[in-house]
Antibody, heavy 126, light 109 residues
């Protein structure tokens, strides 16, 4: 059974930092792209970042570029999101998601999320 | 930035058919994906690549896409299908921006 378990969330002040972790089990972690998706309270879903199987490619939503860093440790079957310079608008439940990623050519990827963790709340507030 | 547009809400009686639409300019060139989310739970993939159903998803869930509109159809709606439904796709360029629609709340009357 595929399981994704996030940890590391909590309350942080604006401008602060937080590192989220996601422990994977039940599948060969190193064979899959992985992603972070967030959901602000009462709002919709927003893709944040994803990372290739070997960590050689990383992609970010514009609002995360320069502030967030996605990484992975295949030996530990773990995914991470380092979040710096946090803003009030980063307040959300952050989901770790296994990603099915297909290269379509000309630099374009097809991506969807077939398994999700239970989510971890990050609150940015003074 | 690219956007996918969904109706905020859809209401149906048990046993009826619910149709939830998702509009986006790039949908003629990109697949649509659909997720179900119940309160306090993580999203669950219910349709991928426009019309494929993951294992374990009931047959009453189906998907289609034509032109700039993708549609999630739930036939013979049951009370347990009450949830928020989100479509997801990408823009047509190589910007690799993966987006979700705003979500549709399905109410089973």
């Amino acid at each position: 059974e595929v399981q994704l378990v996030e940890s590391g969330g909590g309350l942080v002040q604006p401008g602060g930092s937080l590192r989220l972790s996601c422990a994977a089990s039940g599948f060969t972690f190193s064979n899959y792209w992985m992603s972070w998706v967030r959901q602000a309270p009462g709002k919709g879903l927003e893709w944040v970042a994803n990372i290739k199987q070997d960590g050689s490619e990383k992609k970010y939503v514009d609002s995360a570029k320069g502030r967030f860093t996605i990484s992975r440790d295949n030996a530990k079957k773990s995914l991470y999101l380092q979040m710096n310079s946090l803003r009030v608008e980063d307040t959300a439940v952050y989901y770790c998601a296994r990603s099915i990623t297909t290269y379509e050519g000309s630099g374009s990827y097809e991506v969807y999320f077939d398994y999700w963790g239970q989510g971890n709340l990050v609150t940015v507030s003074s | 930035s690219y956007e996918l547009t969904q109706p905020p809400s859809v209401s149906v009686s048990p046993g009826q058919t619910a149709k939830i639409t998702c509009s986006g300019d790039a949908l003629p060139k990109r697949y649509a994906y659909w997720y179900q989310q119940k309160p306090g739970q993580a999203p669950v993939l219910v349709i991928y690549k426009d019309s494929e159903r993951p294992s374990g998803i009931p047959e009453r869930f189906s998907g289609s896409s034509s032109g700039t509109t993708a549609t999630l159809t739930i036939s013979g709606v049951q009370a347990e299908d009450a949830a928020d439904y989100f479509c997801q796709s990408a823009d047509s360029s190589a910007t690799n921006l993966w987006v979700f629609g705003g979500g549709t709340r399905l109410t089973v009357l």
